[in-house]
């Protein structure tokens, strides 16, 4: 039996398809548009906003 199996293996082999590898004629394209926006909005009380009127330099 232990003779008969890789016979066995050898014959199904070649009853596989057959597989073909080629080149593409042309290069591969990837086109990425991204459009990334960020917008940042920060609202300051009243009370913030005027400590920083009246230092200017604090930032």
């Not at 003779?3 to 593409?24: E, K, R, Y």
């Not at 009370?47 to 009246?54: G, M, N, R, T, V």
Request: with cysteine; proline share 5%; net charge negative.
């Amino acid at each position: 039996m232990a003779i008969l199996t890789p016979i066995g293996l050898l014959g199904a082999g070649g009853l596989g398809g057959c597989v073909n590898i080629s080149a593409l004629d042309k290069p591969i394209q990837i086109n990425l548009n991204i459009n990334v926006t960020q917008e940042v909005v920060y609202r300051l009380d009243n009370e913030a906003k005027s400590l920083i009127q009246q230092n200017p330099g604090i930032f």
